[in-house]
C-alpha cells in the first residue's frame, strides 16, 4: 500500500472512540489556542487589506469568521481565519518541525462548521485528522523540505485543511485521494514572506486551498492517484530527502497533538528562548535599558538564519529578529503583542540594543536553547544558558495560563463571550452543533 | 538592481509602443489560439465539475466565462478560463521550457476585462507582459525547475498573471513587486497531475492566484522584497540551478513571444513527432491499424519519462501516452479532439497498438524528434525520422491554420460568433472595449 493510500485509509476509517483522552484534550488546548489567536488577529491591517482587497468577490455569506461581524462564502471565511489565527505569530507549534498545524485545519473547519451544522464531536475528530496529516507529511520531510525554503505551515498545511474537511464531507476512499492530490498541487508558501504579511496569508490560503481541494474531489475532480510519493508528487519535488515510513509509522498509534507547543510570546517560536533567558537576566540583575553595553547571543545556526534582521522597520519583522527578541527581553521585560508593533519595532532604546547585540551561529547550541552574555555599564558580565523556554514541551503552558492567553487577546469580543468560548472550547464533546462556540467568538450587535 | 526590482520596473514602465508588430501580431496569433481553445475546453467534465464545486461560493457574476452562458466573479471566471483553455492540452507551448504562458495569463485578463473596461491595445500590452514575464522567469530556471517535478504553467503562469492583472491595475513600483512576491508564495503544480483534470487546474488556480496576488498588493498587503533571488525565494527553492540574468537579459529588446508554438495536435507537445511521422508513414505505405505487428520508438529520454503511459483508460491519459500517440497515428491516422476521449483510450485496437509499441530513450535524439521503425504483418519494416512536428517553431500553423484550429473548437458559440470572435483578435488594437470580443465567445440565448 502507497503512503498516501494507507493515510487516506486512516483518514476515512478513524473513528474518534479510538483516539486516547489525553489527545483529545489535547486538541481542545490547541483549539484554545487557535481560537484565541483568531480573535487576537482578526482586526489586524493583513485581515482589514485581505477583506478591503477581495470581499467583494466573496459569494453568499453564509459562514462567519472568527472574531469579525462580517459574514462571507465559507472560501473566503477559511483564509480570513487563516490570516487572523497565524498573523501575530502567536499560535501553536510542533516544535520538531516548525508546522503551526491547527492554523489551516482549524481555519477551514471553523469556515465550515459556520455554514454546516457540524457536532462538536465530528468538528473535533477532524481536526485531530488534519493536524495529524500535517504532522506527519512535516515529519516525514522534515527538515529537507523547511531548510529548503518552505514556510510548511502553508506548503504542508494545505494536506490538513483538505483531509479534515474532506472528512466532513464524508469523502470515501477514492475522492478522499483526489482530495489529497489536489491539496498537494496547491501545496506553496516560501519563507522569503518571513517578515511581511505574506507569512500569514499562508494558512489562510491553505485553508482555502484544502477546502477547495475536498470540494472538488467530491464532485469527481481528479488528481493524480501518489501525490505523495510518486516520482513528481510533494515528497520529491519538494524535499531533498524524506522518509515517507514516517508518514504511516504506527498511524492512529501515536498522536502528534502530544508534541504540540503553545506560545507566550507573539513571535518566531525561535527566539522564545532568547526573550524567556533576556527577561529573566533582566530580573535577576535588576538592570534597565541603558544600562547594556554589549550582548551576545550563541544560538543554533537554524535560529540564526532564521531570525537575522537586525534592521527593521515593522513589527512583522520583529517578530524574526533574535535581536529584537533579545531587546524587549533585557529593555522592557516583557514580549507581548503590543511590543511587536511597528512604534515598537521603531523605539530609539530597542533598536540601540539591537544594534548593540550580537548573534553567533553555535554548533553546541539546540534550537531550543540559548547562551547569552550582557556587559553592562557598571562593568558587570552577566549571562546564563536556557535549554528550553517557557512553552516549550517540557514547560508547558498550562490549562489555566492558555485561558489567561485567550481572554488577553479577546477585546474584539465581550468577556462574558471569552468566557463561554472557552468554556464551548473544553466541552466540546458534549457539543450538538458547533455554532454554540461559533456565536461566542462574534462581536455582538 | 535586483532581477525582481528590474523586472517590476520594466513592467511598469513598458509602452506598447516599443514592442515590434511582430511581436503585437504574434500575441495576437497567441489570442486566437487561447480563445479557442477556452470554447473548445468550456464543455468538458473539468470545467462542469469546478462549477458544480465551487460555483455556489462565487461571488457577484460580474465576469464571464469564455465559451459558457453563467455569470460568476472575476475571480472563479479566472479559474475557469484557466481549466477550459488547458484541458485538452490544445493551447499554445514554448518548446524552450514547455510553458503555456497564455493559458494563465489571458485567463485571468479576459476574467478582468469583463468586468472591467479595458481597451485592446491596454489588453494586448498587458498579455504581452505577463507571457513575457513566465517566458523569463521560465528560462532562468529551466530545466532545473521542470525537471524537479514541478507543471511551470501552473508555477511560473502564476507570475504572468499577476503582473498582467498588476498592470491594468496601475499598480507602481512597490505594490507591483509585492504583487510578484504574492504570486511567488503562490507558485504551485506538481507534474503528478498529468493525466488527471489537475494538470488543467494548474493554469484556472495561477490565473486566479496572480489576480489575487495584484488585488492584495494593490491594498497594501506586502510580501517579500526579493521574491524571485533571495535565499528563500523562488528560484532558489523551486529551482536546483537557475541563471537569474535569463530574467533580465535584454529585456524590453528581445521577446519571447517570437518562439512561442502552436499545437495541431490536443496532447502533449513532446508526443506531436510520434504522431506527425506515425501519421506520415501510414500515408506513405498505405496501411491500417491491424497491419501493424511491432512498433519501436526512439525518443530523448524526458519524452519517455513524460509520457511513458502504456496502460491507460481515460482520454487525458491518452494525451500524455507515447503509445497512444503512435496508435493514433498509424492506426487512425489523426489525432483530433475526439480521439483523446475516454472511448478512444478504451478503443480495443488502440489498446493493441499501444501493447505492441515499444519506447527507447535515446541520448541521440533531440526532445523534438522521434526515429519511428515499424514492423507490418505483411513482413515489411518501414520508418523514419522526423525532427519538428508540424506546430513547432520550423514548421508553425500559419495565421490561417490557427483561424481553422479556432473555428473547429468553437461549437459552443454561433459560427458568426466564431468569425466575429477570430476579427475582433486580429483588430484588437483598434478596439476600444475588450467586451466587444468577449461578447462574441459567449454563448447567445
Request: charged content about 20%; proline content about 4%.
Amino acid at each position: 500500500m502507497s503512503a498516501t493510500a494507507e493515510l487516506v485509509e486512516y483518514v476515512v476509517k478513524s473513528r474518534l472512540s479510538d483516539i486516547p483522552s489525553d489527545v483529545r484534550h489535547e486538541a481542545k488546548r490547541a483549539l484554545v489556542n487557535i481560537v484565541g489567536c483568531a480573535l487576537g488577529g482578526a482586526r489586524e491591517p493583513a485581515v482589514d487589506i485581505a477583506i478591503a482587497s477581495l470581499g467583494r468577490f466573496a459569494g453568499p455569506p453564509t459562514a462567519r469568521v472568527l472574531g469579525r461581524a462580517e459574514r462571507y462564502d465559507p472560501l473566503f471565511a477559511a483564509l480570513l481565519n487563516g490570516v487572523s489565527s497565524h498573523v501575530h505569530d502567536f499560535d501553536d507549534t510542533t516544535p520538531s518541525n516548525y508546522i503551526h498545524a491547527s492554523s489551516p485545519v482549524a481555519s477551514a473547519l471553523f469556515a465550515y462548521a459556520s455554514e454546516n451544522k457540524v457536532s462538536g464531536p465530528d468538528f473535533l475528530h477532524a481536526f485531530i485528522l488534519g493536524f495529524e496529516v500535517i504532522s506527519r507529511i512535516g515529519a516525514a520531510t522534515y527538515p529537507a523540505h523547511y531548510a529548503a525554503g518552505w514556510h510548511s505551515t502553508g506548503s504542508i498545511g494545505v494536506f490538513g485543511a483538505g483531509v479534515a474537511i474532506g472528512r466532513l464531507l464524508g469523502l470515501q476512499t477514492e475522492a478522499m485521494t483526489h482530495a489529497v492530490s489536489l491539496s498537494a498541487t496547491q501545496s506553496a508558501g516560501l519563507r522569503e514572506m518571513f517578515g511581511s504579511m505574506g507569512k500569514a496569508f499562508h494558512p489562510g490560503r491553505s485553508a482555502q486551498s484544502g477546502y477547495m481541494a475536498a470540494l472538488l474531489a467530491q464532485n469527481g475532480f481528479t488528481g493524480g492517484k501518489f501525490p505523495l510519493e510518486s516520482p513528481r508528487g510533494f515528497a520529491a519535488v519538494q524535499a531533498g530527502t524524506y522518509d515517507l515510513a514516517r508518514i504511516t509509522d504506527r498511524l492512529g498509534e501515536t498522536f502528534e497533538l502530544r508534541f504540540n507547543a503553545y506560545k507566550p510570546f507573539p513571535c518566531g517560536i525561535v527566539v522564545h528562548p532568547t526573550i524567556d533567558a533576556a527577561i529573566q537576566l533582566r530580573e535577576a540583575h535588576g538592570f534597565v535599558a541603558d544600562d547594556v553595553e554589549k550582548v551576545e547571543l550563541r544560538v543554533a545556526h537554524l535560529v540564526k538564519d532564521l531570525c537575522n534582521k537586525k534592521v527593521i522597520s515593522t513589527g512583522l519583522e520583529g517578530k524574526f529578529s533574535i535581536y529584537h527578541a533579545a531587546a524587549l527581553g533585557l529593555g522592557r521585560g516583557q514580549a507581548n503583542i503590543p511590543d511587536f508593533t511597528d512604534e515598537a519595532a521603531n523605539d530609539p532604546a530597542m533598536r540601540r540594543l539591537r544594534d548593540l547585540t550580537e548573534a553567533v551561529g553555535d554548533d553546541s547550541v539546540s534550537d531550543d536553547a540559548v547562551v547569552i552574555t550582557v556587559w553592562l555599564k557598571d562593568g558587570r558580565k552577566v549571562g546564563m544558558k536556557l535549554d528550553q523556554s517557557l512553552g516549550n514541551l517540557e514547560r508547558p503552558l498550562s490549562d489555566a495560563q492558555l485561558e489567561a492567553k485567550f481572554r488577553a487577546q479577546s477585546g474584539v469580543i465581550a468577556p462574558a463571550q471569552a468566557d463561554a468560548a472557552i468554556a464551548a472550547c473544553w466541552g466540546i464533546e458534549e457539543m450538538a452543533d458547533l455554532s454554540t462556540l461559533i456565536d461566542h467568538c462574534v462581536p455582538k450587535g
